[in-house]
């Protein structure tokens, strides 16, 4: 079975520009989670989309948006880039969302500039 | 305000010997609670688990102790291995069907000498 699957790994952008991350979840998983995590904040949890809709949200601005498909594969989108969006973020799939269900991807390593 | 802290940031431990993880929390709504692991260039892995209703959950090496009272956890791992060498984080969810909407401690560092 093929694991969570997160493009690109890695990503320089300017600041201002905006950015799109993919994630492909484990093969009939529902659940798609994204976290971000940097060395000062550690983990933080962004969104989780299933069956296509967001059923949670954390604190973080407008600017951080996503959007899940009907194949269940999820994208994340960041506008107008700041130097603090540098940082790794990661997916979790799981299959109904439970916490211990969840599988994390590799992440994609976004630096800002 | 982090909800879930682990105070030790790294800790260095001879193999064969018991590792132990500390974590507090604060938000008292939190009711499941999950340590994962993980590996540089890699994402988290699941690691044990357990529910507020328990106070100890084991799985081979691993157990989890809960104190609630204390709003405490800890991570035990007996006997520490080498292959343990990693980071690890606590974890919190209100529920166990939480959407995986997981609140995370800042990690521990381990480091298992031979």
């Known amino acids: 079975k093929a694991g969570v699957t997160q493009t690109p790994r890695y990503l320089i952008k300017t600041r201002g520009q905006q950015v799109t991350l993919s994630c492909s979840p484990i093969s009939g998983h529902r659940s798609v989670s994204w976290y971000q995590q940097t060395p000062g904040q550690g983990l933080q949890f962004l969104f989780e989309y299933f069956s296509e809709t967001q059923r949670n949200k954390g604190n973080f601005p407008g600017r951080f948006s996503g959007r899940q498909f009907s194949n269940s594969r999820s994208e994340m989108n960041v506008s107008t880039l700041e130097l603090g969006d540098s940082a790794l973020y990661l997916c979790?799939?799981?299959?109904?969302?439970?916490?211990?269900?969840?599988?994390f991807g590799q992440g994609t390593r976004l630096t800002v500039v | 305000d982090q909800q879930v802290k682990q105070n030790s940031p790294s800790l260095s431990v001879q193999e064969g010997r018991i590792s132990i993880l500390n974590c507090d929390y604060t938000n008292s709504m939190f009711d499941y609670f999950l340590w994962y692991k993980k590996y540089p260039a890699e994402g988290p892995t699941f690691l044990i688990s357990?529910?507020?209703?328990?106070d100890k959950n084991e799985d081979g090496r691993f157990t989890v102790f809960l104190n609630k009272s204390a709003k405490h956890l800890s991570l035990h791992i007996v006997p520490s291995q080498p292959g343990d060498s990693a980071v690890y984080f606590c974890a919190a969810s209100v529920g166990r069907a939480a959407g995986n909407k997981l609140t995370f401690g800042g990690g521990t560092r381990v480091l298992v000498k031979p």
């Open positions: 357990i529910s507020s209703i328990k």
């Open positions: 979790a799939s799981s299959n109904l969302g439970g916490a211990d269900e969840a599988f």
